[in-house]
């Protein structure tokens, strides 16, 4: 079956302009999570989404950073008047709690690069 | 502020040999996870620890989990090359999922 995708895969912007990334989660699964890795932070929680229940925004690192979940499947992040300090790889995971387990299984991530 | 810690960062070791990655945490948890990353790649889940005692093997590796030390391991048996990556372990935030995750540690397996 499909796992979780992203795209697009690398995103190269000019300091100042806004993107739209997406995720595609695996079907069923109802959380939805955004993280980000980068070489100076290491691996970051963003934001998570669970039903529809309000979203957890609680890692967002400034309000230029927004996400929304519609249809309880397909998210975006967007980030608006990107900074230097953006540049990451944006991952995003969907989770599945089953009997004897609970796993986040990751995209492929976005590579982000403001220049 | 649940920190969690991983060491070491960095592991060289020679194939056939046997090693530990040890991941501590600061806050009462019970959930614990472990990733592995290739370069360019993103994560796969390993293991996922729900309990305190529990251990789970795949393979050359093995994790384990106590919360009252709020200590996890991944022992690596017989290294092979094919195990070379990062090995991240992460813990929940709050049993919603929300991880943080120890730095990570770069494993090098040389013949």
């Known amino acids: 079956g499909a796992g979780v995708s992203q795209s697009p895969s690398n995103k190269v912007t000019e300091k100042g302009k806004d993107v739209e990334l997406r995720c595609d989660p695996i079907s069923g699964h109802t959380a939805l999570y955004w993280y980000r890795q980068s070489l100076g932070q290491g691996l970051e929680f963003l934001i998570y989404?669970?039903?529809?229940?309000?979203?957890?925004k609680s890692g967002l690192p400034s309000d230029r950073f927004s996400a929304e979940r519609t249809g309880g499947s397909v998210s975006t992040l967007t980030i608006q008047r990107t900074q230097q300090e953006d540049s990451a790889v944006y991952l995003c995971?969907?989770?599945?709690?089953?009997?004897?387990?609970?796993?986040?299984?990751f995209g492929p991530g976005t590579r982000l690069t403001v220049l | 502020e649940l920190k969690v810690e991983q060491n070491p960062l960095f592991l060289s070791m020679q194939e056939g040999k046997n090693y530990t990655i040890y991941c501590n945490y600061s806050t009462t948890s019970d959930r614990l996870y472990w990733y592995r990353q290739d370069p360019g790649k993103s994560l796969e889940s390993l293991f996922v620890l729900l309990s305190n005692g529990a251990v789970k093997q795949e393979g050359r590796l093995m994790a384990s989990l106590d919360t009252k030390a709020r200590l996890s391991t991944l022992h690596i048996t017989a290294a092979v090359h094919d195990l070379s990556a990062t090995y991240f372990c992460a813990v929940d935030r709050g049993s919603q999922g929300n991880l943080i995750f120890g730095k990570g540690t770069k494993l090098s397996v040389k013949p």
């Open positions: 989404f669970q039903g529809n229940s309000a979203p957890d």
């Open positions: 995971a969907s989770r599945v709690i089953a009997s004897g387990t609970d796993t986040q299984y």
